[in-house]
T-cell receptor, first 112, second 116 residues
Framework: AQRVTQPEKLLSVFKGAPVELKCNYS??????LFWYVQYSRQRLQLLLR??SRESIKGFTADLNKGETSFHLKKPFAQEEDSAMYYC??????????????FGKGTKLSVIP | NAGVTQTPKFQVLKTGQSMTLQCAQD?????MSWYRQDPGMGLRLIHY???????DQGEVPNGYNVSRSTTEDFPLRLLSAAPSQTSVYFC???????????????FGNGTRLTVT
């Protein structure tokens, strides 16, 4: 079974401070990891995926298979980063699983 | 390009009533799915489809039915609404299911359902 844990329901940081949203996963195979974001009154949208190894809106996330983690980081928080963030996991392509499992989400609040 | 369109945006039902939540996508996506979002629970998969005529259950399928007669549409039916089905429902699609896995999902705006 695949499981995603986001230990923080709410994270408050000051503008300009570093941000780290934690995500740990449990999966026996080789996973694909994603971060989705939901801004106020907007639909969920993909923020980034680990295989792309890219930085979106200043956010990065590195897959650490040893620690089974995929933490989301940004060096300097902006007020517009305030949103709900979801970590998600799926099986690797070709594994025959079509289920994307989401964590319970972390609400990020950036204090001006 | 409308993307994923869900209707209605809001709905109030009485216990025992039935209704259908509509989802349509115009991106020719093979994969479509329904999630429910509850406070403190994140998003949980209800049903999904990897192509027209093919559906399967997710994590929380009880009380819901789906069908996929066309590539574009994936309606979710509540057969006999219960207060426990009060939630926000999201439809999501992805461009290919052949590779399996979790290809990037495109979400609709959601339907907020209240069952009294």
């Amino acid at each position: 079974a695949q499981r995603v844990t986001q230990p923080e329901k709410l994270l408050s940081v000051f503008k300009g401070a570093p941000v780290e949203l934690k995500c740990n996963y449990s999966y026996s195979g080789s996973p694909e990891l994603f971060w989705y974001v939901q801004y106020s009154r907007q639909r969920l949208q993909l923020l980034l995926r680990h295989i792309s190894r890219e930085s979106i809106k200043g956010f990065t996330a590195d897959l650490n298979k040893g620690e089974t983690s995929f933490h989301l980081k940004k060096p300097f928080a902006q007020e517009e980063d305030s949103a709900m963030y979801y970590c998600a996991l799926s099986a690797s392509p070709g594994a025959g699983s079509y289920q994307l499992t989401f964590g319970k989400g972390t609400k990020l609040s950036v204090i001006p | 390009n409308a993307g994923v369109t869900q209707t209605p945006k809001f709905q109030v039902l009485k216990t025992g009533q039935s209704m259908t939540l509509q989802c349509a996508q115009d991106m020719n996506h093979e994969y479509m799915s329904w999630y429910r979002q509850d406070p403190g629970m994140g998003l949980r998969l209800i049903h999904y489809s990897v192509g027209a005529g093919i559906t399967d259950q997710g994590e929380v399928p009880n009380g819901y039915n789906v069908s996929r007669s066309t590539t574009e549409d994936f309606p979710l039916r509540l057969l006999s609404a219960a207060p426990s089905q009060t939630s926000v429902y999201f439809c999501a699609s992805s461009y290919s299911s052949k590779a399996g896995g979790g290809l990037p999902l495109h979400f609709g705006n959601g339907t907020r359902l209240t069952v009294t």
